[in-house]
């Protein structure tokens, strides 16, 4: 890999900063420790007589004598991002490459050469975001908020916008160490949200280690002292399985804040999906499809510690998962083998689970700051015996993940380094991100035998206009 394009750009963004005004510190979402995004979810809604605001609109009344006591205000927030990264190999990304999967599985031509084992390389700005945060008036006891967000997406040649949140939000105050919020409309789903979560530059952001992902959701904080208790009612909107299985995903977990800073928090997740309504002519022997609701329970477990001492921060989870493609985890479902009708393609289904564990370290020292994101996730298959093919391997026509390689993948390993620079309203960094996967043969029971490693490098360039 060729990295002299790279070397003109780091001499220039250190020549510029000794002719930068002092730095002032701004939040940037994935671009700093922690998203703006979340924070309409973590931070108590302020006094909205108080709060300031780049943008007001009158409350309009219908009766034009009246004058309101409050007002509507509009904040507007979000950045402009540049990318511009190279691979070592060919890779499974998404967002016009932006977010590295996993390199891709060998594949070989009649001379045994990889068609695979090639660069690429690429530069992006889909990653660029606007935020709306609204305060209103006062609702009874409660003060009023609401958050739109909008990024980019793929489509085609084109990127075209995304809606990431649309929440409203009420909050109590019932003395000073203790308040609710609930929290209706669709933002990040409340597994992903607040720390720890990665800060890595690149967007991958620990995929398949860590959760990710938006529902629609009705969430609910209470805050009693150093304890938050969480519930949440939420939809995997995403897919034909969730919705059609006509039950809400249920989340509950509980965070202990230590210090105001340090916080140490555990949840489940819980979810249901119906995969089909009809089976498949094709694969059924009597050539015919038959309706079907067959479904199946997923559970999910995390426990996770923040610290942060001083100019230092450490972030910890551990994480195990059924079926967590909706949080584009690396496990997913099957069609397990007793029960199995080839006749009618009646199926009865089964778990396919992962475990992960992923740590991050970072340090800030004035303007610059370093920090290492590492993570691992292994494939610890089924509890239940799945469909075979001739060779009594795992027949993966019964296998269904987040993308096709995932059901042959034994395990996904990550580790970014990283260094980050602060010169206001300009945010520059790099990362080298390495991910190695463990590909090989899916057994009766979902696990991977005879695995061989395949790992990419990237290295990435990013400025950051925030706003």
């Known amino acids: 890999m060729t990295w002299s ?86 890779t499974i990304n998404a967002r016009q490459g932006t977010i590295l999967v996993v390199p891709k599985m060998p594949e070989y031509d009649p001379n045994h050469v990889d068609i695979h084992d090639a660069p690429h390389w690429n530069m992006a700005g889909i990653r660029s975001r606007i935020y709306f945060d609204i305060t209103g008036p006062k609702l009874g006891h ?43 409309g669709q933002s990040h789903h409340p597994m992903v949200l607040g720390e720890p979560y990665p800060a890595t530059l690149g967007y991958s952001e620990g995929i398949l280690i860590n ?19 969480i519930g949440s009612l939420n939809a995997n909107w995403k897919t034909f399985a969730g919705r059609n299985a006509v039950a809400p995903c249920i989340f509950l977990a509980s965070e ?61 989870r551990w994480l195990y998962a059924e079926n967590g493609q909706r949080y584009y985890l690396l496990s997913g479902f099957a069609t397990k083998a007793e029960g199995y009708n080839p006749a ?45 093919d001739e060779d009594g391997f795992a027949d993966t026509r019964f296998i269904t993940t987040f993308y096709p390689e995932a059901a042959k993948t034994d395990y996904v390993l990550r580790i970014q380094p990283r260094l980050k620079y602060y010169l206001d309203p300009i945010h520059f960094g790099m990362e080298l991100e390495y991910c190695c996967a463990g590909y090989g043969q899916v057994n009766k029971f979902g696990k991977i035998e005879k695995s061989s490693p395949t790992s990419v490098a990237r290295l990435l360039f990013v400025a950051c206009y925030v706003f």
């Open 344 to 388: 009618t393609d009646e199926r009865q289904y089964t778990n396919l689970r992962s475990i992960s564990y992923w740590t991050e370290l970072i340090y800030r020292y004035k303007k610059a700051e370093v920090g290492i994101f590492m993570g691992y996730v292994k494939n610890i298959g089924s509890r239940h015996q799945l469909i075979t």
């Open 142 to 184: 409660a003060y009023t908020s609401a958050k739109i967000g909008t990024d980019f997406a793929d489509s085609g040649e084109l990127a075209v916008l995304r809606l990431r949140d649309a929440s409203m939000q009420l909050y109590w105050e019932h003395s000073q160490h203790s308040n609710t919020r609930l929290v209706v």
């Open 256 to 316: 202990i804040t230590i210090q105001e800073k340090n916080i140490i928090g555990a949840g489940i997740d819980f979810h249901r999906e119906v995969p089909r309504l009809q089976t498949d002519a094709e694969i059924a022997t009597l050539g015919q499809s038959f309706a079907t609701t067959n479904g199946f329970n997923s559970w999910a477990a995390y426990v996770s510690a923040f610290f942060e001492i001083s100019c230092f921060k450490a972030k910890f």
């Open 211 to 229: 959760p990710a992902g938006f529902a629609p959701q009705a969430t609910i904080f209470y805050t009693t002292g150093a304890l938050t208790l």
């Open 5 to 90: 394009r790279y070397y003109v750009i780091i001499s220039l963004v250190f020549i510029l900063s000794y002719h930068t005004r002092s730095f002032s510190q701004i939040y940037s979402n994935g671009f700093t420790e922690t998203a703006p995004e979340f924070d309409a979810l973590h931070e108590p809604i302020i006094n909205p007589e108080e709060t300031t605001s780049t943008e007001t609109e009158p409350y309009l009344s219908t009766c034009a004598d009246e004058k309101p006591e409050q007002k509507f205000k509009i904040k507007i927030s979000g950045y402009v991002k540049y990318e511009m990264f190279e691979d070592s190999r060919q």
